[in-house]
């Protein structure tokens, strides 16, 4: 099979979709490897890197995505790049396709375009191991973002996160208890702060009492949402599901409630974000002000340590990917449950998107 891996084009987007060494195993299985001409170069993989691994080097977008049987790459296709698909592709990435537009669906519907979610890949036990590879990143990454923020130069309170002796630490409000809101309450606690966390599951509140009995663990009742809002000076939103749009759990009244130029993380805002204020913003310019409250809704964490990122992308992925590659799209659908919940768009239809496949449908 012919596999590309075109530059990622999204801004602030520094990982690649395949490391070298996942290049070689693919090329001495004899797939051809297309990889566009500095790929990995925020990565530290050079061309001559990729070329060593077999891969072939080419040298524009339209080469990377044209000449793919099966795209890997990791931020979901911008139109331009729709554009340069052939239809009956297979595309591969973190693609959150629920928040997508709907042109975007059509497009892929149209041209008969199989859409492999890296993040909806999921094993009988429930866990997502791709998606939790880079939660864990992101959610270990959280305390460093978050003591900057919160340094006055960048328009906080001045408050250091662990505190000291007679000053008591910076209080962190984690809404959802799932495996990236776990990560993120070991990295905050690991800091120094005061963690509450926040979920709808009780499953997720015991796990988290079990392994960190540090953390203070509320339901997730609007009440309790507003209750440990007001009181916060860090809050992470990280409810939500793969597959559907993030629910609206803080309103912009909640926000008025809040101490002035406390800290807001939205880490769903891949999937539309958690707030009724939220909008995505970049690496460059991660935050805005909204009611006082210093808002970050950066969608792709982990792409500022993108050599941590990409090698351990590709060891979670590889070996789905190796199996789309060597039996073919249908066959690792019908033989692989964890490969078929990750389908969105094959043959035409939408699939695994429930809330897309209805709203597609009332259209």
Do not use: W
């Amino acid at each position: 099979m012919n596999i590309g891996i075109p530059k990622e084009s999204r801004p602030s987007e520094y990982r690649v979709g395949m490391s070298p060494s996942g290049i070689q195993r693919l090329t001495s299985r004899g797939h051809t490897c297309y990889i566009e001409h500095d790929a990995g170069k925020h990565v530290g993989f050079s061309d001559h890197d990729y070329e060593k691994a077999g891969g072939k080097i080419v040298y524009s977008a339209h080469e990377a995505f044209g000449r793919a049987d099966f795209i890997t790459k990791i931020a979901r296709p911008q139109e331009e790049e729709l554009k340069l698909i052939r239809p009956g592709t297979i595309l591969g990435g973190f693609l959150h396709l629920a928040a997508a537009s709907k042109s975007k669906i059509d497009f892929l519907l149209d041209n008969m375009i199989t859409t492999v979610a890296y993040e909806q890949i999921q094993r009988p036990d429930g866990i997502r191991p791709i998606m939790q590879t880079m939660s864990q990143i992101a959610g270990y990454m959280l305390p460093q973002i978050a003591a900057n923020l919160l340094q006055n130069n960048l328009g906080g309170k001045g408050i250091l996160l662990s505190g000291i002796a007679g000053i008591p630490p910076a209080e962190v409000v984690i809404i959802g208890a799932g495996f990236f809101g776990r990560s993120a309450a070991q990295a905050f606690l690991g800091s120094g702060a005061h963690v509450t966390a926040l979920d709808t599951s009780t499953d997720a509140l015991q796990t988290t009492f079990s392994r960190f009995p540090q953390i203070t663990t509320m339901h997730a009742t609007k009440a309790n949402i507003a209750l440990t809002c007001a009181y916060a000076d860090v809050v992470i939103t990280a409810a939500g599901f793969p597959g559907t749009t993030a629910p609206t759990l803080i309103s912009r009244n909640i926000l008025k409630t809040m101490k002035p130029r406390s800290i807001i993380i939205d880490a769903a805002i891949d999937q539309g974000g958690c707030l009724e204020t939220s909008r995505p913003t970049t690496h460059e310019n991660p935050t805005f002000i909204e009611e006082n409250v210093i808002h970050y809704c950066v969608p792709n964490i982990s792409s500022v340590v993108a050599r941590t990122s990409t090698n351990a992308f590709t060891n979670a992925a590889f070996k789905y990917i190796n199996e789309i590659v060597e039996t073919g799209i249908d066959e690792a659908i019908k033989n692989n449950p964890d490969i078929a919940l990750g389908i969105n768009t094959h043959q035409g239809k939408v699939s695994n998107l429930v809330q897309l496949a209805a709203n597609l449908k009332e259209a």
